[in-house]
């Protein structure tokens, strides 16, 4: 069905657009198609993937033990962190819910970012090359990722509904800046990693043969 | 058959050239799987379709209740707007801006410039900035949760079922529909596609140009 040409754009001095995919000359600034600007992949970009990796590694730590939700009820305080809110809802017997908010901001946070570490590990590293499916990982996590947010969606739809006077007050707490900001991060570092810098060491091993994998 | 253009795979590098598409398949790198393009039937059309109703749906969503509250003896219904404001005042100023960004703002922004591509694209007029505009709903549509907000109202509904008895307003139906109808116009909103009409509509001013 798909016609190859044998070789990968940066084989035939070329580079690809991000935005539409179009084939452009090195030489060229911004895409002829789109107009938006055109990057060679180069390593100097991973510097950009590990600040904001790292800076979502240390926002981690806050977001989890710190509390993300402050309930006032009849005068006495609750603090909740997310792991303590999901097994308040399992001992509540709401398992789906707290099955959501497990896997969502417990769990997809910490293999996104277990996954974009080994990826930039693998494109820094010269020796070692990658013949895994570290690729699809980061491609699953990228659009699982963005459900992490619901925990702060939760937070704040309760604190906007939940004023009943004297009676009850739902405030957020601390963590709940850090986990929206550590998302964001990891969102961010995800879109500026290039998974070419990883491909273009196999093709430098299989001599540019794309049917080698 | 296949297209003129030579296109070059995303994250493996490995140039390629699509063959024309048919109905309900999709296009993916023979070596690293990233996927190009679907193709739907009337994508066109259906992205309009779908970028209107979110837009009345949208417009909707904020006329009437959103929620009706009964606890303690108390009723209250609030409205989606009368929400947003009462978390206006908090301290925690950062996390509303957040919210309506990524929940009110880009989706407008997004819906209202798909339909100025789409008005672009149909009446094959060149209208200004059509290129920069479809660059700006990609760069955009990451940061689009408005399905993510929805799971997350559900999610505190189950959560003070045991304080309070919540019934739906008329609102949240309308929200519920606006979030539907964006996700189906995500769904349709595809980078190989959008930017070959944009290629097309050239052709056809070169033409006329002589």
């Known amino acids: 069905m798909v016609d190859f040409y044998p070789h990968t754009a940066t084989s035939q001095q070329k580079k690809v657009c991000s935005m539409c995919f179009r084939v452009n000359s090195l030489e060229t600034n911004y895409c002829y198609h789109c107009d938006s600007k055109v990057l060679v992949a180069h390593k100097r970009a991973l510097q950009k993937t590990l600040a904001w990796l790292t800076t979502s590694i240390i926002l981690y730590i806050p977001a989890n033990f710190y509390p993300i939700m402050n309930t006032l009820y009849l005068g006495d305080r609750t603090e909740s962190t997310i792991f303590g809110g999901v097994l308040t809802l399992w001992s509540h017997g709401s398992y789906p819910i707290a099955i959501i908010i497990f896997v969502a901001s417990v769990m997809v946070p910490v293999v996104k970012i277990m996954a974009l570490a080994t990826l930039c590990y693998f494109a820094m590293d010269s020796k070692r090359v990658d013949y895994g499916n570290h690729h699809k990982i980061l491609r699953m996590t990228e659009l699982v990722g963005r459900w992490s947010m619901v925990d702060i969606y939760v937070v704040t739809v309760l604190v906007a509904l939940i004023q009943m006077g004297n009676i009850m007050t739902i405030n957020p707490g601390e963590a709940s800046i850090a986990f929206a900001a550590m998302v964001v991060t990891t969102m961010i570092a995800a879109m500026s990693f290039d998974p070419k810098l990883i491909w273009q060491k196999i093709d430098s091993q299989s001599n540019g043969d794309p049917s080698v994998k | ?210």
């Open chain 2, 1 to 210: 058959m296949l297209k003129d253009t030579p296109i070059a795979c995303h994250e493996c590098d490995l140039i390629l050239k699509l063959p024309l598409m048919t109905r309900d398949t999709k296009a993916a790198c023979p070596r690293c799987g990233f996927v190009f393009t679907r193709y739907f039937v009337q994508a066109k059309s259906k992205l309009l379709a779908f970028s209107l109703s979110a837009l009345i749906f949208f417009a909707l969503s904020f006329y009437f209740p959103f929620l009706n509250f009964s606890a303690q003896g108390s009723v209250k219904s609030v409205t989606l707007l009368q929400s947003l404001m009462s978390l206006g005042s908090d301290t925690y100023l950062i996390l509303v801006v957040f919210m309506l960004i990524t929940t009110v703002i880009v989706p407008l922004l997004m819906l209202i410039g798909m339909i100025y591509v789409l008005i672009s694209t149909y009446t094959q007029i060149n209208l200004p900035q059509v290129k920069p505009i479809l660059r700006g709903i990609f760069h955009l549509k990451p940061w689009n949760m408005t399905e993510i907000f929805l799971l997350g109202i559900l999610v505190s509904m189950v959560k003070i079922q045991s304080l309070a008895q919540v019934q739906f307003g008329f609102s949240f139906y309308a929200f519920t529909l606006y979030v539907v109808s964006m996700a189906l116009t995500r769904l349709y909103l595809d980078r190989y596609q959008c930017w070959n009409w944009i290629k097309d509509k050239q052709k056809v001013s070169l033409v006329a140009h002589g």
